[in-house]
């Protein structure tokens, strides 16, 4: 019986490996490419603050950007950030004419930058022809809203001043003395708050991203220095994220009357 047992485990180890070699394997490597695509921003294209009336003491009004929104689909892990600046808030007033009779021939146009405001917001652009004569012929003076004074300046259908603003002369035959002015009015940046808003991802981790901190824009140039709205982290900011920074500018007391603008320019990089 001893025997017999031991021949059947034999035929039974040799039956097996004649069965596995009859087992064969090939491998197949498969890919999947996938193109980096873009970093890309909107925002709203307008934001409006809340109208005030002119006070003998300072104000301050507030507002909202509606959405800015970022959406990151590189695939490279870059991290980003999201940055705004501002320009000063001002205003130029309606031509006047003080002295003379060619009260609708002469304009100021342009956007003031501020600059000469920032200090003592109020200032007033004057111009008083100096020799008579025809546009082209016709020679002015003008003083900035710092009280420069320029001379000898011969007048033409456009001609810059300072500050972003230009006078514009039309058809007629100027006398000296003939005089006119405009007030300008800033409300600087260094006034307006900006209160980045929480972050929401349409898509998208949360993780890594984060809003910036409240606070004054800097500087000391026709535009601020860049305020921080969002950032994400290395690895992070995968997806579609929004915000809605909130807004808050300082008023001073005995301004101009009308419509205050500032530019505002607002990246991701």
Same mark, same amino acid.
């Given at each position: 019986?001893?025997?017999?047992?031991?021949?059947?485990?034999?035929?039974?180890?040799?039956?097996?490996?004649?069965?596995?070699?009859?087992?064969?394997?090939?491998?197949?490597?498969?890919?999947?490419?996938?193109?980096?695509?873009?970093?890309?921003?909107?925002?709203?294209?307008?934001?409006?603050?809340?109208?005030?009336?002119?006070?003998?003491?300072?104000?301050?009004?507030?507002? /909202? $950007?509606?959405?800015? !929104? *970022? +959406?990151?689909?590189? %695939? @490279?892990?870059? &991290?980003?950030?999201?940055?705004?600046?501002?320009?000063?808030?001002?205003?130029?007033?309606?031509?006047?004419?003080?002295?003379?009779?060619?009260?609708?021939?002469?304009?100021?146009?342009?956007?003031?930058?501020?600059?000469?405001?920032?200090?003592?917001?109020?200032?007033?652009?004057?111009?008083?022809?100096?020799?008579?004569?025809?546009?082209?012929?016709?020679?002015?003076?003008?003083?900035?809203?710092?009280?420069?004074?320029?001379?000898?300046?011969?007048?033409?259908?456009?001609?810059?001043?300072?500050?972003?603003?230009?006078?514009?002369?039309?058809?007629?035959?100027?006398?000296?003395?003939?005089?006119?002015?405009?007030?300008?009015?800033?409300?600087?940046?260094?006034?307006? /708050? $900006?209160?980045?808003? !929480? *972050? +929401?991802?349409?898509? %998208? @981790?949360?993780? &890594?991203?984060?809003?910036?901190?409240?606070?004054?824009?800097?500087?000391?140039?026709?535009?601020?220095?860049?305020?921080?709205?969002?950032?994400?982290?290395?690895?992070?900011?995968?997806?579609?994220?929004?915000?809605?920074?909130?807004?808050?500018?300082?008023?001073?007391?005995?301004?101009?009357?009308?419509?205050?603008?500032?530019?505002?320019?607002?990246?991701?990089?």
């Amino acid at each position: 019986m001893k025997k017999i047992f031991v021949l059947i485990l034999i035929f039974g180890l040799f039956s097996l490996a004649g069965w596995l070699g009859f087992i064969e394997a090939a491998t197949t490597n498969m890919d999947l490419s996938m193109g980096a695509g873009t970093l890309s921003l909107t925002s709203s294209g307008t934001a409006s603050l809340i109208g005030k009336t002119v006070s003998t003491s300072s104000q301050n009004s507030t507002g /909202t $950007i509606a959405n800015v !929104s *970022v +959406t990151d689909t590189r %695939g @490279s892990g870059a &991290g980003w950030s999201v940055v705004m600046t501002s320009q000063h808030f001002t205003a130029t007033g309606t031509t006047k004419t003080l002295a003379g009779s060619n009260s609708t021939t002469v304009d100021f146009t342009g956007k003031y930058d501020g600059l000469d405001g920032v200090l003592d917001p109020n200032g007033t652009f004057l111009v008083e022809i100096t020799t008579g004569g025809s546009v082209g012929t016709a020679i002015f003076k003008w003083t900035d809203p710092a009280g420069n004074l320029t001379s000898n300046v011969t007048t033409s259908a456009s001609v810059v001043l300072s500050n972003g603003i230009s006078v514009t002369f039309g058809v007629a035959t100027y006398v000296i003395g003939d005089k006119w002015s405009a007030g300008v009015d800033v409300f600087p940046y260094t006034g307006f /708050t $900006i209160t980045p808003g !929480s *972050v +929401t991802a349409a898509s %998208g @981790s949360l993780t &890594g991203v984060t809003a910036g901190i409240a606070e004054a824009l800097a500087g000391s140039g026709v535009t601020s220095d860049a305020k921080t709205l969002i950032t994400a982290a290395v690895n992070n900011g995968f997806g579609d994220y929004d915000q809605a920074p909130s807004l808050s500018l300082t008023i001073h007391a005995n301004s101009l009357a009308g419509s205050f603008t500032a530019d505002a320019t607002i990246t991701v990089s």
